[in-house]
């Protein structure tokens, strides 16, 4: 699923998909570096110093962007797994969205409902989501 959807995708708040082996029963995804690691480091882990209130902003309007643009696009996606751990800095702390595993293409034209399980490890999940 990771490598269909963002072998296909390109946005400023995804994270991009260097290459991939699946050779036998060895799997492999090369992702581009991202410098500072994830948004959950920051938060929940003693590193280094916190992060300004400015900086969780526009960390939060990255993934949010990001969001916007997978459920907007020509074939929506249900990306199922949102979660600081999947939440990706550059070294200027530009967030880009990770981990696209349990993705799941959302509704399209006529066909309004798309059934799914909650999926994902415990975090935020969506209301209308969740009561799917």
Not at 39 to 58: A, I, N
Request: proline fraction near 3%; glycine fraction near 8%; charged fraction near 25%.
């Amino acid at each position: 699923a990771e490598v269909n959807y963002l072998g296909q995708l390109s946005h400023p708040n995804l994270v991009k998909l260097i290459g991939y082996c699946c050779e036998d029963e060895h799997r492999l995804l090369v992702y581009e570096y991202m410098a500072s690691g994830s948004l959950e480091k920051h938060l929940f882990r003693r590193v280094g110093c916190s992060l300004t209130w400015s900086k969780r902003m526009k960390i939060a309007l990255d993934a949010a962007k990001g969001l916007a643009f997978l459920h907007d696009a020509e074939r929506p996606i249900i990306y199922r797994d949102f979660k600081t751990s999947n939440i990706l800095l550059d070294e200027d702390f530009n967030a880009k969205l990770s981990d696209f595993g349990l993705a799941k293409e959302g509704p399209m034209g006529d066909k309004t409902h798309v059934s799914t399980r909650v999926m994902g490890t415990y975090g935020y999940a969506a209301p209308e989501y969740v009561m799917t």
